[in-house]
């Protein structure tokens, strides 16, 4: 995927797993928001200090958000089977929020996976995040009844057929 001026100049972009300021990046926003919010649980800590092993070497795939020189947003696909992934990691740098990256960042990573041939996007929140469950409902994500999570966190699931 190359990189895509999308809207004032927010880069959509994927993740160089050789590029430092990715990694860091990466691995910044999210503990950011989950230690906010959350408890930074055991799954958190193996997908964020390896996202190469977690994600891509599993054939996921981890876009970035850049803005003015200093990526500012993330989201992740991460193996589920041949024909779904979960996205996951999705999360905006406080000081980056209300520019429409979370959306812009939604939209690329379900452009992705419909690239890839998937059929289905599934994922997990917590109804507690608010803006996050109305964004994924504004991308087409339907609730999902019953679900088991090993995050504590979660307690709503979501899926998107493509």
């Known amino acids: 995927m190359p990189d895509t001026n999308t809207t004032s100049n927010i880069y959509i972009h994927p993740l160089n797993p050789q590029n430092i300021t ?9 503990y ?26 599993k054939g996921g795939l981890i876009l970035l958000a850049t803005y003015q020189n200093s990526v500012v947003g993330t989201a992740a696909l991460k193996y589920m089977q041949e024909d779904g992934m979960e996205l996951s990691k999705m999360g905006v740098d406080d000081a980056a929020k209300g520019l429409g990256i979370g959306f812009l960042l939604g939209q ?9 041939g998937l059929k289905r996007l599934y994922l997990e929140t917590n109804s507690s995040l608010t803006p996050a469950s109305n964004l994924y409902q504004k991308l ?6 019953d679900f088991i999570s090993p995050y ?4 709503v699931a979501m899926e ?3």
Request: charged share 35%; no cysteine.
């Open 22 to 30: 990715h990694l860091e990046a990466f691995k910044r926003i999210n």
């Open 140 to 145: 087409g994500f339907k609730l999902v009844e």
């Open 152 to 155: 504590a966190r979660a307690d």
């Open 32 to 57: 950011e928001w989950i230690g906010r919010y959350f408890k930074v649980e055991p799954l958190d800590i193996q997908s964020l200090e390896d996202p190469q092993k977690f994600y891509l070497e």
């Open 108 to 116: 690329a990573i379900i452009e992705e996976a419909r690239r890839m």
């Open 160 to 162: 998107l057929f493509l």
